[in-house]
């Protein structure tokens, strides 16, 4: 084991921060990661939206349903930008449609993920906390509108940084014998009897928060969470054509 790994290993989420900023050393070390995360190609077709202004925090909290959000201290939006190569190909009077592809979509979707998870392990390995918050695409077109995002990008997640003011327990994760396969895709002949165990595990893992969720496994979160595709998260694909990616698809 080495430092990053132990921080990797000890990852959590948290949702409660000190009522302090980031310092300048912090904020620019946390800039400077997020610069040098790989990029598809070199194209770096994402970017950052950092929100600072406390009524756009409150926006976005009420938009995602996330209340922890406005109170924290630093919150980031990745999103897919491949509005800027768009605007180099048309100052240089260069034809391609490849900005509004889907392929370039994916690109910068993946560069923005990249992006986030490296900035998650540089603050956690500087004692900061972090919390992703994946409600940015509950309502994904209110956030366009809020961030004042235009044609050709897109948010993807948002991530809060700060200094913790709590230090929660650690969420099981599932086997990895259940989700590694070698050479072609593997499963078991029930997924209900093979996650058994790890069904109790997770119910153990909410008794000992108190919140009333003791019978709650992880087979009956999938039940609950996909029975029904939440809201305007079903309209995410008529928002991802709206900004204009997608003309490639047929």
């Known amino acids: 084991m080495n430092f990053t790994i132990d921080h ?8 409660a921060f000190q009522n302090r900023p980031l310092s300048d050393d912090e904020l620019d070390t946390l800039l400077a990661v997020a610069r040098q ?18 009524a756009l925090k409150d926006r976005l909290a009420a938009i995602g349903c996330q209340k922890s959000l406005a109170l924290t201290p630093e919150v980031w939006v990745f999103i897919v930008d491949t509005a800027r190569n768009r605007a180099i190909l048309d100052e240089r009077a260069a034809s391609s449609a490849v900005p509004e592809s889907l392929g370039a979509f994916l690109d910068g979707f993946t560069d923005a993920c990249l992006m986030a998870q ?5 603050a956690e390995s500087m004692g900061l906390g972090t919390v992703y918050y994946g ?26 940084i700060g200094h913790p003011a709590q230090d929660p327990a650690k969420k099981p994760r599932m086997p990895m014998e259940l989700r590694v396969s070698e050479n072609a895709y593997e499963r078991p002949e029930s997924w209900s009897e093979a996650l ?45 054509a709206r900004q204009g990616f997608g003309s490639d698809a047929s």
Not at 197 to 217: F, I, L, P
């Open 37 to 54: 995360t790989a990029t598809s190609m070199g194209m770096q077709c994402s970017g950052i939206v950092r929100v600072t202004d406390q």
């Open 118 to 122: 490296n900035v998650v392990n540089a």
């Open 196 to 240: 058994k165990d790890y069904d109790a595990e997770v119910a153990a893992y909410y008794g000992t928060r108190n919140e009333g969720r003791d019978r709650e496994t992880f087979t009956s979160q999938v039940v609950a969470m996909q029975s029904d595709f939440w809201g305007k998260r079903s309209e995410v694909a008529q928002v991802i």
């Open 135 to 160: 409600c940015i695409n509950c309502d994904a077109q209110a956030v366009i509108d809020a961030l004042k995002l235009p044609a050709l990008t897109f948010p993807v997640v948002g991530l809060g």
């Open 8 to 15: 990797q290993l000890a990852h959590r989420s948290v949702r």
